[in-house]
């Protein structure tokens, strides 16, 4: 054939959506053999338009290789649109059909010009993102508006490139919108490296999240660990956590009476601070009424829900010294980016939050995004990014956290309206909510093995392209099937690479290590992380929990004002009697050593607090034997506590035995 001659075949059949070609193989490769490719588009012209279809399938007449003559190939095509002149004279493509090929059609290869005019979005404020497969000189384009304004979503299995690509994605709008502002919920702590000089970095270190931001349901997540809430405690928190909040804002009647609707009252969901330390007291006042018997255990066990959650170190950034003050412009300003300062992006790290308070987070990050967006009139613009979706948004509604559920889907269905996107990603689209994933009209779909999750996203594509999915489980790392809003048409597409100073990394919030050398690893820091302390007390690793705990707030006064964090009652203070049995002889209490004191609320124990071995002998005896006895009941009013306690335990003892064992014969 001529140089320049473009013919392929013939249509020999044509039916509504597909077409079959017939073409020859020659042994001197005169029949551009070597051009036919599964995946390849090609042109049929009929009268003045040129048709566009996709190779689905191949094979020969006879399903044998004639080495010598001809061999005859039949190849099945999709019909994916057509080009035409447009009103102004130049080429344009669209998805329908107005001329069906006709039998004896000539089937052309497909020009780059015409690629071009495919994969153009014919709009402005386009961006580059990688090349075409099928012509690596044609850049990839996306419409960067629509792939914001309607949500996008990136799905992959593990290790094909989904977090630099997404990284890659999050740059190119960075630049298009230099106004939108990223949050990025990272649960492995990777978008930290990919936004070195354009992201404020918040991890456990860092992060100030009061706990008066959060709503009953989320707060009541934290209390329970993630566990079945108790309604009785429940309805306790939602009548007296508004009374708190007046108590904060300085209101006298803290009296618990059912009072008419005020116009400006408080509930249990409004962001107003409070103190824990007001909470506890209601609950106290509560307790010590004579009605409502009933729901004294609940009451209890809710004080000691809350003692346990403010005593425990990784709860430390919702209960910490300045939680107690309205911080919450300041809150609002630094985790999105108001005004910014020139770093739009926020990597929020979970990595080292406790698993049971992510959802609870991820509720208020979702919830407030909305919540700004909505309230600005849209003049803020916010993109958040849920890496691993499928943990918050689970296909199985039992599964999940409601209120995290109910944010991002609020997002996904009316964000657009207010200015607030979502990008989603996912290794297990068949394990994420479908209705997410359908108000994602932008879709990445990288290499996917499962056959579950092939479905999910065959179903979510085009009819007319429905074929391209079978390449899902085989194309290769940095490539991607690309259909939605933001593209013409669906493309096969590579993502350019990312600069190395860019590349995401785990972990690159932490010092690098010596790679391969156990010996060059501080274990005595691993611990230290492990058990929340700071690392640098510069203590020695046996004397930091001790360190610690004499750090501790000092014990409240009577007559303290209830400021921060609910101080130990004067009545806790002192240590607890251990009741003998009712045969035997009556053991002295347990004392507690001076380096160890006895820790607050019931059942609470700190790093570092060991109680005494208990022992039959007298306090006076084991004072002279051990010294540090001896310094501790130096103080007259520890010796009298003392004292007082060991008359308790006599009497208790005493009760506790039969009155005939107490009468001499």
Known sequence: MAPGNRLLGRVVGCSGSKATV???????????????????????????????????????????????????????????????????????????????????????????????????????????IGQLTQDTSLGALIH??????????????????????????????????????????????????????????????????????????????????????????????????????KMFKGGTDTTLIRRGPEKSSLTADTPVPYRI????????????????????????????????????????????????????????SHIFRI????????????????????????????????EIALWSAGGVRILVVCEEAHRYVPADPKLGFFPTRQAISRIAKEGRKYGVSLGVITQRPGELDPTILSQCSTVFAMRLSNDRDQDIIRSAIPDSSASTMSFLSSIGNGEAIAFGEAVAVPMRMVFERVPESILPRANSGLQPVHKGNANGVDLRKIVMRMRHIDENLGASPAAAPAERFVQAPPLAQAGDPPEGLPQRRAEDRSPRPTYPSPAGPTPAPRYPTPSAPTPAGPGATRPGAHAAPATDEAPATAESR??????????????????RNELSSIR??????????????
């Open 277 to 332: 330390a007001d909470l506890m007291a209601l609950i106290d006042e509560r307790i010590g009424k004579l009605e409502g018997r009933s729901e004294k255990p609940h009451l209890r066990s809710l004080k000691v829900r809350l003692q346990a959650a403010i005593n425990d170190p990784r709860y430390e950034f919702m209960f910490s010294s300045n939680t107690i003050h309205d911080t919450i412009l300041t809150t609002i």
């Open 144 to 245: 960067v508006p629509s792939l914001l304004s309607r949500h996008f979503a990136v799905v992959g299995t593990t290790g094909v490139g989904k977090t630099t690509a997404v990284t890659l994605l999050l740059h190119k709008a960075l630049k298009a919108d230099p106004s939108l502002r990223v949050l990025i919920l990272d649960p492995h702590n990777e978008f930290a490296a990919a936004f070195p000089s354009e992201s404020v970095v918040i991890d456990t270190d860092t992060l100030d999240l009061p706990f008066w931001l959060f709503r009953l349901e989320e707060f009541s997540e934290v209390l329970f660990r993630g566990r079945p809430a108790i309604p009785e405690e429940i309805d306790v928190l939602r009548d007296l956590i508004p009374e708190a909040k």
């Open 652 to 665: 208790s003892s005493l009760l506790k035995k039969p009155l005939s064992s107490l009468i001499k014969p």
């Open 339 to 370: 005004p910014g300062d020139g770093k739009p992006v926020t990597t929020f790290q979970l990595a080292g939050i406790p698993s049971e308070v992510v959802n609870s987070v991820a509720s208020i990050l979702c919830r407030m995004a909305f």
């Open 22 to 128: 017939s073409a020859y193989a020659q042994k001197d490769g005169n029949g551009l053999a070597e051009l036919w490719s599964v995946g390849r588009l090609i042109s049929i012209t009929v009268g003045e338009n040129r048709v566009v279809a996709l190779v689905c399938s191949m094979q020969t007449d006879n399903a044998v290789w004639a080495e010598s003559g001809e061999n005859i190939m039949n190849i099945e095509v999709e019909l994916v649109g057509e080009i035409h002149t447009g009103i102004s004279g130049k080429p344009e493509f669209s998805a329908g059909i107005t001329q069906y090929p006709y039998l004896g059609a000539i089937v052309h290869r497909m020009r780059s010009s015409d690629l071009a005019v495919i994969y153009d979005p014919g709009v402005s404020e386009t961006a580059v």
């Open 626 to 643: 051990d010294p540090a006895y001896r310094d501790a009941f130096s103080d007259p009013a520890t010796r009298e506590t003392a004292q």
